[in-house]
């Protein structure tokens, strides 16, 4: 008498179907992680953005003189280096006590200047990314701003916001806000009052 063993693996029918339910289940979550990655790449240039200033301010208050957060090209360098220019649109940036145009790799052999304090490029990160320096009017292009010896912004028209989103409006939109006694705050734009997010 002919008796069969217990069949192991799986037959064609098993496979095809855990196929089919892998690939639904693929093409719904890939879209919804590709902006989860682009929001992320937004926020970390955020937030790089944001300790950048409170550098500034913090050097202003340590040396009780006036230090300057400057926005700089190029946007997508790992370190802005002597090509870099001042620029209102840019992720890329340099805390410096002078101008750092065409000096942002260090200072000038023989004036010293621009006495770079701290430099900042994102690499590839910066690609696809749109930034905005505005002042106060949120209308105006801005590149820098300086804050005094005591933490407070300084000068007319200078930085007072910088949106930061993608350049196909995908992803989360932030702002970091400047305030004119120094204070420095990420909101986010889209989001409406009263919620502690909102930009106000």
């Given amino acids: 008498m002919l008796t069969w063993g217990r069949q192991r693996g799986f037959n064609l029918i098993e496979v095809v179907v855990t196929v089919s339910v892998l690939g639904i289940l693929v093409a719904t979550v890939a879209p919804s992680m590709a902006d989860f990655v682009r929001s992320a790449r937004?926020?970390?240039?955020?937030?790089?953005?944001?300790?950048?200033?409170?550098?500034?301010?913090?050097?202003?208050?340590?040396?009780?003189?006036?230090?300057?957060?400057?926005?700089?090209?190029?946007?997508?360098?790992?370190?802005?280096?002597?090509?870099?220019?001042?620029?209102?649109?840019?992720?890329?940036?340099?805390?410096?006590?002078?101008?750092?145009?065409?000096?942002?790799?260090?200072?000038d052999a023989t004036s010293g200047l621009p006495r770079i304090v701290e430099v900042y490029g994102p690499g590839a990160a910066g690609s696809n990314i749109v930034v905005a320096g505005l002042a106060a009017d949120a209308a105006t292009p801005a590149s820098s701003v300086s804050f005094n010896g005591y933490g407070q912004r300084v000068g007319a028209g200078t930085l007072a916001n910088i949106d930061i989103s993608t350049a196909d409006a995908t992803a989360r939109r932030l702002r970091i806000q400047i305030t004119a006694s120094g204070g420095i705050r990420m909101c986010d734009r889209d989001i409406l009052a009263p919620d502690p997010r909102a930009c106000v």
């Fill in 42 to 107: 937004v926020r970390t240039l955020a937030e790089s953005t944001q300790n950048g200033l409170q550098r500034a301010r913090s050097e202003a208050l340590k040396r009780n003189q006036v230090v300057t957060f400057w926005l700089v090209s190029p946007n997508n360098t790992a370190s802005p280096d002597d090509t870099c220019t001042v620029v209102s649109d840019s992720a890329a940036w340099a805390v410096s006590l002078d101008d750092p145009t065409s000096h942002c790799s260090g200072p």
